[in-house]
């Protein structure tokens, strides 16, 4: 088949471009840079670079194991946000995380109020708080909150929840925009399509497959809709000069965006193999008329 082509071929081709096309690249794009697109487009870029932005930027290349910095722990109330985009699940989730967290702040400040030595006075509160490290941003990353995100930006961007289901999960709400597709494709308000087949546009969700066992098409989710799969799924916020740039949620436990190579047309090139393979790009197509 033509895909397991691409899939074996990709690796080298993605090699060759980073080497030649590095020094022409463009840079990461800026929330100005959206503003001439489509309106739903636009806004669904906009609201993934705000999100990017929040979190200070973070910019990797391909698929690093670590970030050049971690994250600043206050980002905790941002996952909080992600969560409330999530009907059910979220609050729970929130309410787990908030009380998790008040616990180990409040550890941490007696901790720190403790006296120097024996007979020392205690310090103030205030010193005490201003000296308390907060926890890790890490620690919030299970359960995993890119899926989340994903529900947040689209319910930033205005789209309806019965056009984009928010989930917990990147299978769930994957599910149901191929449903629609596959029940009225020319309404569709987001079309599947092969990463070998289609250059995704801003606006655009890029998806991979993070099981054991990768699904080779997109079409091998209809015979198991409804049932759990581990996915991930980044918002395409610029295309060009050799790029599919995107941006997602919980990666290395931080909203980063990632530089993806891509050939000549556009379309993403397959990751290295030891790496998620793409299975999927949604198509916006909520300024086709809906």
């Known amino acids: 088949m033509r895909h397991r082509g691409w899939w074996k071929a990709g690796l080298a081709m993605a090699l060759v471009l980073a080497v030649s096309a590095c020094a022409s690249r463009p840079p990461p794009p800026s929330a100005d840079a959206v503003q001439h697109l489509p309106p739903w487009r636009a806004r669904i870029a906009a609201a993934a670079l705000a999100e990017w932005q929040a979190w200070g930027q ?131 308000p987001f079309r599947p399509h092969a990463p070998a087949d289609y250059a995704p546009q801003p606006g655009d969700l890029l998806c991979a497959d993070r099981s054991r066992s990768p699904l080779l098409h997109w079409q091998d989710r209809l015979a198991e809709g409804g049932q759990f799969r581990p996915m991930h799924c980044d918002v395409v916020v610029a295309s060009g000069g050799g790029l599919v740039q995107a941006i997602g949620g919980n990666v290395r436990d931080a909203t980063v965006l990632r530089r993806f190579p891509a050939d000549a047309q556009g379309r993403a090139l397959p990751p290295p193999y030891d790496k998620p393979p793409f299975m999927l790009v949604l198509e916006n197509r909520l300024d086709q008329g809906r």
């Open 58 to 188: 973070l910019t990797v290349d391909g698929w690093p194991d670590t970030l050049a910095r971690e994250p600043d722990p206050r980002l905790f109330d941002r996952i909080l946000t992600y969560w409330a985009a999530v009907p059910g699940e979220g609050a729970l989730i929130i309410r787990r995380h908030q009380d998790t967290h008040d616990a180990l702040l409040a550890g941490l400040q007696d901790s720190v109020a403790e006296p120097a030595a024996f007979g020392a006075p205690p310090p103030t509160t205030a010193t005490a708080t201003a000296t308390v490290p907060l926890p890790s941003i890490s620690l919030w990353a299970y359960p995993a909150w890119s899926a989340a995100f994903i529900s947040h930006v689209m319910a930033t961007a205005g789209v309806p929840s019965f056009t984009f289901t928010p989930a917990a999960a990147h299978a769930q709400y994957i599910d149901n925009l191929l449903w629609q597709a596959d029940s009225n494709p020319d309404q569709a």
